[in-house]
């Protein structure tokens, strides 16, 4: 019998330009007749175009002759397949057996992960087709004997077998339903939930083109114009000066806000003026143009959920950083490219297939394609998954809560900025100015009260804020010192104001001081933005409402992303925010304020320091007195002290951590008490300047007034006749009554002592008298019955020895604000209302508004100086002064120990000898009067 065996070397390919096996064919000829070595005939044949049949004619002698195989021929081997396979390179051979391996294990339960597990086939037909091109391979390359042929036949017997009596395309396809529909349940809270979908903006804000900023209100315009002058000056550049060059310009330090530049000017933020250099973009007005450079168009984005959802249906063998790259940068390019056509993932996925590179141009420059061969091949991994659910899930109504078909949906994120440019924009380029209407920190937080108002009485509660403003930071540098600006382009910008929010944003704002010495926002590229690519930013916003945390779901689809583009600044940071509240409650904040309201009261060389090192000069200084000065001094330490508190628990927490990272988060926390502060300061001199009254808001009583209101007076809240009453309700049968005998001869006693001290107008014996009296009349009621609470209050009126009150400020009205509907309309919004005021053209949206400033304004501000979300912070004293700073009235407790249902609550007794500096909850505060007549 002859057997010919067919080998294959390696050797390049002429016909197909690639490394794969060879087109040499060796073959060997053995006659088994005729035994010894010089029996076997090599023949070495050149597979061309014209001789490819040759060697297709000597596989179907070879099977022909040899009948166990000729069934491999008929049902396994075709042209086609054969075609295919001398076109296959070693890699990719080795890549199909790695998949096949990976799901035949996953068919054998031996691989469990938490997510989609078998998403490297979506159908059965593509696993069988890669199982046949592995025997193929197998046959073709790899037998050399009719035994090794015989054990493929085998195999392929028992694989089809297996197929046919194991159900193993319907098992199949009902893990693979279940797979994703366990991979779609989880992390549904990262779901954007929308009324209607897909959501294609027909109406957009519009703006009014400015190229500087407009001052509001136009009153201050000469203070914002001097707040806005610099004195800084830039430095004389040498020749070696690399501000020549935009690559050597230095990447930009968010650590030190500023870039790591060897130009000294570009590391100082500010532009040079001897050199015609690259650092004067600004200057030089070289922006990128609408149309040309830029585009502002309909911007999509997906939320982290379908992030997710994508993420894992995407071939298992890719890596994680390749599958983010193509998500963040490849398919959200093709999102926006689509314009109105982005919110649909499939035309997105066919659109990254029309314009990828083709398998053969791999090694070409991938520069002139828009995507590449891999982003082909995940594209492919998203629509096939796409078409299996719409196979075997919808179109079966099988998906009774929409699961599958909300699986892959992309938002609208309104109008955003899309590069245009065939270059691109390179790092380190300017891009414009942020310019907008801009505000002192008093104007800005009295709009957006306003507005709060004005959308809670039109019932728009629910609607997200806006977040277009931005803070113009004065350099720290400066002589003239650290200070906040606040731009906001909502009604007057330019296309900078357009940029959507990233978490992992390409563009940055910098505070730059230009040519002519005025501070300016520019917009920069922080990293390389190809074309396509959507221009962003980050907003770094803060919020104090969970309702809104809880709504800001981030569209990004960033690796970065962190899912929410309003940060909670309360309970986001809990940790933090409980550190202050431990170093310096309410009572703590009362107590470095009313020392600070003292007279005679100067700031020492230590406070000069400090003021010095967070650069608190004549900007923040001017319009400052003493007393406020004082407070700044003592609100410094606290923020230092919470900052070292911080920093040693986050070192505590993260032992392996780089200390640096640690340190930088700790003065992120740090830098915005600051700007709360510096915000605080610039109301509170407002509300001076208004009033033309520049007293501090707490005054000290003094000694003789102390007297009068504790016991002299017999107004109905004074002390002493609090006692009185309460003893006279204390039935003559209660156990250890004589302690009440004891209480109203003490009082009696006092009051002639008191007398006797008076007339020598020695209040200081009288007032010392009395707290004695208190001490021991407390001691005397804690010995009866229902009487613990009122003993308390005794004992801390005894030894309570500064009093003080509030001084009245004359209240005042602010300049109107106009309302205007670009104030207060999202997109969400116009289009709800559009049908409903197409005739009026939302007029009634405009409306003239004015805040009121009440008496108690400075203190309440004063008081909450680390949050602005209070439109009347006054109006926070009435509670949190309650129980701390402010006792309950003794005749209160009359009505309610006679109350046979009364008892004792332990929670108030814990809350009195425990818990001093913590205000009375409003459950408990409702059965006790405050009303007193000592401040």
């Known amino acids: 019998m002859r057997v010919i065996i067919i080998n294959r070397k390696y050797k390049r390919c002429s016909i197909f330009n690639t490394y794969e096996y060879s087109k040499y064919i060796q073959i060997q000829d053995y006659n088994n007749e005729k035994k010894g070595r010089n029996n076997k005939k090599n023949i070495e044949l050149k597979l061309n175009e014209n001789n490819y049949n040759i060697f297709q004619n000597y596989i179907n002698v070879f099977y022909q002759q040899n009948g166990d195989v000729f069934y491999f021929q008929k049902q396994i081997l075709n042209e086609n397949l054969i075609n295919y396979l001398s076109q296959t390179q070693i890699f990719n051979i080795d890549k199909i057996r790695e998949r096949v391996f990976q799901f035949i294990n996953i068919l054998k339960n031996k691989i469990k992960k938490l997510k989609v597990k078998n998403n490297i086939y979506y159908q059965y037909e593509k696993f069988d087709l890669d199982i046949k091109k592995l025997f193929n391979f197998t046959l073709i390359f790899r037998c050399q004997s009719m035994n090794s042929y015989k054990y493929i036949n085998y195999l392929i017997q028992q694989y089809e077998q297996n197929v046919q009596n194991n159900n193993i395309i319907n098992k199949f396809i009902e893990m693979k339903k279940n797979d994703l529909f366990n991979l779609l349940n989880i992390d549904l809270c990262n779901k954007l939930k929308v009324k209607k979908w897909p959501i294609i903006p027909q109406y957009y804000r519009n703006y009014e083109q400015i190229e500087d900023f407009c001052i509001q209100p136009m009153s ?56 015609n250099c690259k650092n004067q973009s600004i200057s030089k007005k070289e922006k990128k143009i609408i149309g040309q450079d830029v585009e502002e168009n309909v911007s999509w984005g997906i939320d982290l959920y379908t992030k997710k959802n994508i993420f894992y249906v995407i071939n298992e063998c890719a890596s994680d950083k390749d599958k983010n790259q193509f998500i963040q940068f490849q398919l959200l390019k093709a999102v926006n490219l689509l314009k109105e056509n982005g919110w649909d993932i499939q035309k997105v996925c066919q659109f990254i297939i029309d314009n990828s590179q083709k398998k053969c141009q791999i090694g070409q420059d991938y520069r002139n394609y828009l995507f590449s061969n891999q982003d082909k091949k995940f594209s492919k991994c998203i629509l096939n998954c796409i078409l299996f659910m719409q196979q075997e899930v919808i179109s079966k109504n ?13 938002h609208t994120k309104g109008i955003g900025l899309t590069c245009i440019n065939s270059q691109g924009i390179q790092k380190n380029e ?48 400066d002589p003239k010192g650290y200070d906040i600006l606040f731009i906001d382009p909502i009604i007057k910008g330019n296309f900078s104001s357009r940029l959507n929010h990233s978490c992992q944003a390409n563009c940055g704002t910098v505070p730059v001081i230009n040519n002519e010495g005025k501070y300016v926002i520019g917009l920069y590229a922080m990293q390389q933005i190809s074309y396509g690519e959507e221009l962003t930013f980050d907003y770094m916003a803060v919020t104090e409402s969970k309702q809104e945390h809880n709504r800001a779901l981030c569209l990004c689809g960033s690796s970065k992303c962190r899912g929410k583009y309003l940060e909670l600044s309360t309970t986001g940071i809990k940790e933090y925010n409980q550190i202050l509240e431990d170093i310096s409650c309410f009572l703590h904040r009362t107590y470095i304020l009313e020392y600070s309201c003292r007279k005679n009261v100067q700031l020492n060389a230590e406070d000069e320091q400090l003021l010095e090192s967070e650069s608190f000069r004549s900007n923040i200084k001017q319009g400052c007195p003493i007393w406020l000065l004082k407070w700044i001094c003592q609100s410094l330490r606290i923020i230092n002290q919470e900052y070292n508190i911080f920093l040693q628990e986050l070192r505590n927490k993260n032992k392996y951590t780089n200390f640096r990272i640690l340190k930088y988060q700790a003065q992120t926390k740090k830098d915005n008490r600051i700007q709360n502060l ?30 009068n209101i504790l016991w002299l007076n017999d107004k109905q809240y004074s002390i002493k006749e609090g006692i009185n009453e309460i003893l006279q309700n204390i039935p003559d049968n209660e156990t250890n009554y004589q302690y009440v005998i004891y209480s109203r001869n003490l009082i009696n006693s006092i009051d002639k002592q008191v007398q006797i001290y008076n007339s020598f107008k020695q209040y200081s014996q009288s007032l010392l008298l009395i707290r004695f009296g208190l001490l021991t009349i407390s001691d005397f009621l804690q010995q009866i019955q229902n009487q613990q609470i009122t003993s308390s209050l005794l004992h801390f009126h005894a030894f309570t020895h500064i009093y ?18 670009g104030d207060v309309i999202n997109v969400e919004l116009y289009e709800e209302k559009q049908s409903q005021n197409q005739e009026q053209g939302l007029d009634n949206f405009l409306k003239k508004l004015s805040k009121t400033y009440q008496s108690l304004f400075v203190w309440g501000q004063l008081n909450i100086w680390y949050k602005q979300s209070v439109a009347n912070p006054g109006n926070l004293l009435s509670a949190e002064r309650r129980g701390t700073i402010v006792y309950p009235c003794l005749q209160n407790f009359i009505s309610i120990q006679n109350d046979k249902k009364y008892q004792c609550s332990k929670s108030i007794i814990n809350q009195i000898q425990k818990q001093r500096n913590k205000y009375w909850e409003v459950e408990e505060f409702k059965k006790y009067n405050f009303k007193n007549n000592n401040g």
């Open 398 to 410: 099988l998906d009774k809560n929409n699961i599958f078909q909300e699986a892959f949906r992309i």
């Open 220 to 275: 201050w315009e000469n203070k914002i114009q001097e707040k806005i002058r610099s004195e800084k000056n830039p430095s004389k550049c040498d020749n070696k000066c690399v501000c020549e060059n935009l690559e050597k310009m230095g990447k930009f330090d968010l650590e030190k806000s500023t870039w790591k530049s060897k130009c000294p000017n570009r590391g100082n933020r500010i532009e040079c003026k001897d050199c």
């Open 678 to 707: 510096v915000i605080t300061i610039n109301k509170v001199k407002y509300f001076i300047n208004k009033t033309n009254d520049p007293k501090p808001p707490l005054q000290q009583l003094n000694q003789e007034y102390i007297l």
């Open 804 to 821: 003080f009150t509030n001084y009245a400020y004359k209240q005042f009205t602010s300049e109107e604000i106009l309302i205007q509907k």
């Open 430 to 477: 300017f891009i414009t100015e942020y310019v907008g209407e801009i505000y002192e920190p008093w104007r800005w937080f009295e709009k957006q009260d306003l507005l709060k108002k004005f959308i809670k009485e039109n019932n728009q509660q629910n609607i997200l804020p806006d977040f277009w403003n931005i803070m113009l930071e004065i350099h720290k540098d």
